[in-house]
């Protein structure tokens, strides 16, 4: 089963606005993590935040951790046309002792329009 | 570096045929984790290697799915008996320890079981 749900399922954009994806997950969490996947590819790790982290910043990344909403949101500024992927959030159990794996939402597909 | 590796990229079964999916992980990686994603979905843990250790395997499907990592390196994913449903692509992960930290993913085999 998959914990996390991000939103929206689908984003078209232009090239150059802000693309912002929103992840909710159920249970609570060591890290969260945001990965992008390009069509045919496999998981590429962005950003990791940790659960007493509030907001980090990569690059053109910025995430957001609300650990009492569980919840968290990944900001993409100054979209470009290479950012057009798969966008997945994935968090860790707390009581998994890091002997689980990774538990993935369904993602967020992201078109930028040149 | 090299980073993770998986053969074959592509795998054509008919159903009942046993298979088996290779893992190079990076080297010096002591973490090694199977995931299973299907069309349009996020990825689905199935099992964590620590060494040569499996820790976890709860996310297997069936006991027609087995994997090891006899020498703490490569591993092996074997589904045997393979049924239209493990049409799948499965990912490899490699990483320092746990799912608390980053994970290094591989392009993934996609298994097609006609």
């Known amino acids: 089963s998959q914990q996390g749900e991000e939103d929206p399922q689908a984003l078209s954009i232009q090239e150059g606005e802000n693309a912002t994806m929103n992840c909710s997950y159920k249970?609570?969490?060591?890290?969260l993590q945001w990965y992008r996947q390009n069509s045919g590819r496999g998981l590429v790790h962005l950003i990791l935040?940790?659960?007493?982290?509030r907001e980090k910043h990569s690059g053109r990344l910025r995430v957001t951790l609300d650990t009492s909403k569980k919840s968290s949101s990944l900001l993409i500024t100054a979209s470009r046309a290479a950012d057009t992927a798969s966008y997945f959030c994935?968090?860790?159990?707390?009581?998994?002792?890091?002997?689980?794996?990774?538990?993935f939402g369904k993602g967020t597909h992201l078109i930028i329009q040149p | 570096g090299a980073g993770v590796s998986q053969s074959p990229r592509y795998k054509v079964a008919k159903r009942g045929q046993d298979v088996a999916l290779r893992c190079d992980p990076i080297?010096?990686?002591?973490?090694l984790f199977w995931y299973q994603q299907a069309l349009g979905q996020g990825p689905e843990f199935l099992t964590y290697?620590?060494?040569?250790?499996?820790?976890?395997k709860s996310g297997l499907p069936s006991d027609r799915f087995f994997a090891e990592r006899p020498e703490g390196s490569v591993s092996t994913l074997k589904i045997q008996r393979t049924q239209q449903e493990d049409s799948a692509v499965y990912l490899c992960?490699?990483?320092?320890?746990?799912?608390?930290?980053?994970?290094?993913f591989g392009p993934g085999t996609r298994l097609t079981v006609l």
């Open positions: 994935a968090t860790d159990a707390l009581t998994g002792g890091g002997a689980d794996g990774l538990t």
């Open positions: 290697f620590q060494n040569e250790a499996q820790l976890d």
């Open positions: 992960a490699s990483g320092l320890a746990g799912a608390y930290n980053e994970q290094f």
């Open positions: 249970t609570s969490i060591n890290n």
């Open positions: 080297s010096g990686h002591v973490s």
């Open positions: 935040i940790r659960s007493n982290e």
